[in-house]
């Protein structure tokens, strides 16, 4: 196996590494005053050179994000961190403020710094008590060492952090639906571009907003500190660096880890301690639950997991919620436990999302009751095309992706739920064919 | 009603948002305290009134998302994780161990109202499933004996 550096993780180990004091011995607040000495541009243009990309699921390169601010803009405009960790399968970012918070903190001081925004809110999943106290915590240290607040770290430059908690909605993790939620309404997303502008001409209180994934902004932290062309050292092609991953499922070690983006997936799970009990594995989710999974053959388990290769096999890097599944688990039932979650986080504000994920839930649940239909795969294949693409969030979409992956590698075992006498319950007969050209 | 301390506590949130409004969620989250772990119709009224919104916006905002309780609950409100990755390491029988222990079913109050057990959706704490949230605290790892402990704790 090849040796993987810790670069967000480095101190993960270190005892009160959440205390302000036992952070500034292991590099803490470095990045943020050598931050502070450097232009807007420099900075962007370090994020730039690092590759960083969007590590909250979307892949979006950061420092175009970071740009869009207009320069010496004076009205207010915002950063806002999206800490409402809920895809299942991911618990990156939960540990992550809890054991460094102040790494959050101070990843917030060079962004807010290099967008000039004085006003950063973070929005943590109401779920997550914990790290909200965390952080909570942290930014009170952060402001009594003069590090927040007005004029930090003795420079002329103002910045409050507010630490927001969330009340239970996946949808909130969708940056539209999470500013619509900090304003105070309920969690639905917006539309989106081109018939609407994007965050970062019109985000929170219509003012300009950047909005950015925890782990995205406190990798911004080792960026500065070790330069963006040395953190690009790692990973190849448009994926560099490390990032988190949550490993769960069978495996013997379910943990966090960061890896080089590009691991072989097969040596995630060596690390993870391979499959739990030496049971053979069936299948595996490569992204979080949104994203479509891959059987555990040596085609998939070899490849490198990074935004592209997810991408031209049919998946996602997503989130980096790596799931594995033993021979144990049904796909269907899986599934079905799945299509009701995604039934229940629809915000209800789009019809194909709404209806569309009702509709996969009723089918998955009549399919597990032994009443299945012989024309119900197609349906459910059918419902997710209507679904994709046609709301104003990917909520619908990210119900619709598993079911078509499953679909695509183990429709076998549907069809084996679906009795075969079925076929007779048919309402409709199939239209016949045009035979016009006999 | 809210003490003189939860409003003083409330102005001091007000003034870290743009607008009033955007105070919603946290003083929601201080009523569902005030008022004894839920929001009856006076504890939305009242936040509608101090935040000066229609009562119809606040109760709209606090039916959409799950944390705020719309009935009463337990002291305890047990949540366990059922979804997929915590359903795959035993979250459903750690429902069933909790619900036979209590001698409730899942979505039911205890009759001395010390406890309520709850599914809940994706806790973020996967890779130490299966897991459950009692009030403001995690507990991971779960099995019927660590149920056990942590129940039988509570009890007392």
Redesign the interface.
């Known amino acids: 196996m090849s040796e993987q550096p810790q670069i967000l993780f480095k101190y993960r180990n270190v005892e009160n590494y959440s205390n302000i004091d036992v952070y500034s011995q292991h590099e803490g607040y470095t990045a943020a005053k050598k931050a502070l000495s450097m232009e807007q541009d420099a900075i962007i243009e370090e994020i730039r050179i690092s590759g960083l990309r969007g590590r909250g699921g979307a892949g979006f390169p950061t420092f175009i994000k970071w740009n869009g601010i207009p320069k010496n803009w004076d009205s207010?405009h915002y950063l806002v961190i999206n800490a409402d960790?809920?895809?299942?399968?991911?618990?990156k970012?939960?540990e992550l403020m809890n054991k460094m918070p102040h790494m959050l903190v101070e990843g917030c001081i060079i962004a807010s710094w290099a967008i000039r925004a004085h006003s950063c809110y973070i929005y943590v999943?109401?779920?997550?008590?914990?790290p909200i106290n965390a952080l909570r915590k942290a930014v009170a240290e952060a402001y009594a060492k003069g590090y927040l607040g007005k004029g930090i770290f003795g420079t002329s430059f103002d910045l409050?952090i507010?630490v927001?908690?969330?009340?239970?909605?996946?949808e909130c993790g969708e940056e539209s639906a999470l500013m619509s939620?900090?304003?105070?309404?309920?969690?639905m997303p917006r539309h989106k571009p081109p018939s609407a502008p994007l965050p970062v001409i019109s985000g929170v209180?219509n003012s300009p907003t950047i909005i950015n994934n925890v782990e995205t902004i406190a990798t911004a932290v080792p960026i500065i500190n070790m330069g963006g062309a040395e953190y690009a050292k790692f990973g190849s092609g448009r994926s560099l660096g490390t990032k988190l991953f949550?490993?769960?499922?069978?495996v013997n070690k379910?943990?966090?880890y960061e890896f080089i983006l590009g691991t072989p997936i097969r040596e995630i799970l060596e690390t993870a301690g391979g499959p739990l009990n030496g049971k053979p594995l069936k299948f595996f989710i490569p992204g979080g639950?949104s994203t479509p999974m891959f059987p555990a053959t040596d085609k998939f388990l070899d490849l490198p997991l990074d935004y592209e290769t997810m991408m031209a096999n049919g998946s996602m890097l997503g989130s980096g919620?790596l799931?594995f599944?033993n021979e144990?688990?049904s796909v269907p039932a899986?599934m079905t436990?799945?299509m009701h979650?995604y039934a229940?986080?629809s915000?209800g504000k789009c019809t194909p999302c709404r209806e569309g994920t009702s509709w996969l839930t009723k089918i998955h649940d009549r399919i597990m009751a032994g009443g299945g239909r012989h024309e119900d795969l197609d349906i459910l294949l059918d419902i997710c095309n209507n679904i994709g693409g046609r709301s104003f969030c990917a909520l619908g979409d990210a119900a619709a992706m598993p079911i078509q992956g499953a679909l695509k590698h183990f429709r076998h075992e549907y069809e084996a739920l679906i009795p075969s006498q079925s076929l007779s319950k048919r309402i409709f007969a199939p239209l016949p064919l045009a035979t016009a050209a006999h | 009603m809210f003490t003189a301390e939860a409003k003083e506590q409330l102005d001091n949130i007000i003034k870290k948002y743009p607008t009033k409004k955007a105070a919603l969620l946290p003083a929601l989250w201080l009523a569902q305290e005030q008022y004894g772990g839920w929001l009856p119709a006076d504890a939305m009224r009242e936040v509608a009134g101090y935040l000066e919104l229609p009562p119809a916006e606040v109760e709209g905002v606090a039916t959409f998302y799950t944390m705020y309780n719309k009935e009463p609950i337990g002291k305890h409100h047990i949540e366990v994780c059922h979804n997929i990755a915590c359903m795959v390491r035993g979250s459903d029988d750690i429902i069933d161990y909790i619900g036979a222990k209590l001698g409730i079913e899942k979505g039911a109050t205890t009759a001395d109202g010390k406890f309520t057990l709850n599914g809940a959706e994706c806790l973020g704490a996967c890779a130490n499933a299966p897991c459950m949230m009692i009030k403001d605290k995690y507990y991971e790892d779960l099995t019927p004996a660590k149920v056990d402990a942590i129940i039988d704790d509570l009890k007392k």
């Open positions: 207010p960790e809920g895809e299942p399968g991911t618990a970012d939960r999943r109401g779920e997550y008590v914990e409050d507010v927001h908690s969330g009340a239970g909605s996946y939620s900090l304003m105070g309404e309920r969690g209180w949550t490993v769960s499922g069978h379910p943990a966090n639950s919620g799931m599944f144990d688990v899986l436990r799945l979650f229940h986080e915000c």
